[in-house]
């Protein structure tokens, strides 16, 4: 079965410095997408960044980019120049073609921005 | 893009009443949606997935009975809660995938949900 696994319950990092975001997931699969969703305190689920994993070039998405390893599973979120904005819960989901649309989710990484 | 609607934002209501909660999706026809349930500082829980003309598919553990969906139309997908009790009181979200989900997933606002 497939499985999203987030290691970091909770990071912080510093106003306009960088953080890492980990990522790792098991599938037996070849073709499925990755997703980062960022909650922040309205809970409204906002999706960051894609990734298809048939593509070798990592996602970018303005400060937000990812480093996919798909080797290794890994699906990691870098985000430059942190704004206080950027202050939420992230989760981590996989999509696979075979999965009926279902999602499956990482337990989410709350992130810290120290002013 | 594409937008989900979710309504009411929060409600609040009486052990052993019913709530509706409404998802509609505003500017694309959303053939599935997923009701999530989600406690505090914990990820999204599948409840169910429903298909515009069909039966849901519940997950394992969710009460068929007491989480009522219902997916009339292209548009509309409506969640009731029966009889509710406090053990029910949460964080209710739904989302529809759009472009076949490659693209993402639209989410509603969600609805908390008290019951008193």
């Known amino acids: 079965a497939q499985t999203v696994t987030q290691s970091q319950p909770e990071m912080s990092v510093q106003e306009a410095e960088t953080v890492t975001l980990s990522c790792t997931y098991d599938t037996s699969e070849s073709d499925y997408y990755l997703f980062w969703y960022k909650q922040p305190p309205s809970r409204q689920m906002i999706l960051v960044i894609r990734q298809e994993a048939y593509k070798q070039q990592n996602a970018t998405e303005n400060r937000f980019s990812v480093n996919f390893q798909k080797a290794a599973k890994s699906f990691s979120l870098k985000i430059s120049d942190s704004q206080l904005g950027d202050a939420a819960m992230y989760f981590c989901a996989y999509y696979s073609l075979d999965s009926n649309y279902q999602l499956i989710w990482g337990a989410g990484t709350k992130l810290i921005i120290k002013p | 893009g594409a937008v989900v609607s979710q309504h009411p934002s929060w409600v609040i209501c009486k052990s052993g009443t019913s709530v509706k909660i409404e998802c509609r999706s505003l500017d694309f026809q959303a053939t599935t949606m997923f009701w999530y349930r989600q406690f505090p500082k914990q990820s999204l829980m599948l409840m169910a997935t429903?298909?515009?003309?069909?039966?849901?598919?519940?997950e394992q553990g969710v009460e068929k009975d007491k989480f009522l969906i219902n997916h009339a139309s292209l548009t509309l997908s409506t969640l009731t809660v029966t009889s509710a009790h406090p053990e029910d009181s949460s964080f209710y979200i739904c989302?529809?995938?759009?472009?076949?989900?490659?693209?993402?997933?639209?989410f509603g606002s969600g609805t908390r949900l008290t019951v008193v």
């Open positions: 989302s529809a995938p759009h472009e076949g989900g490659n693209y993402g997933y639209t």
């Open positions: 429903s298909n515009e003309g069909s039966k849901a598919t519940y």
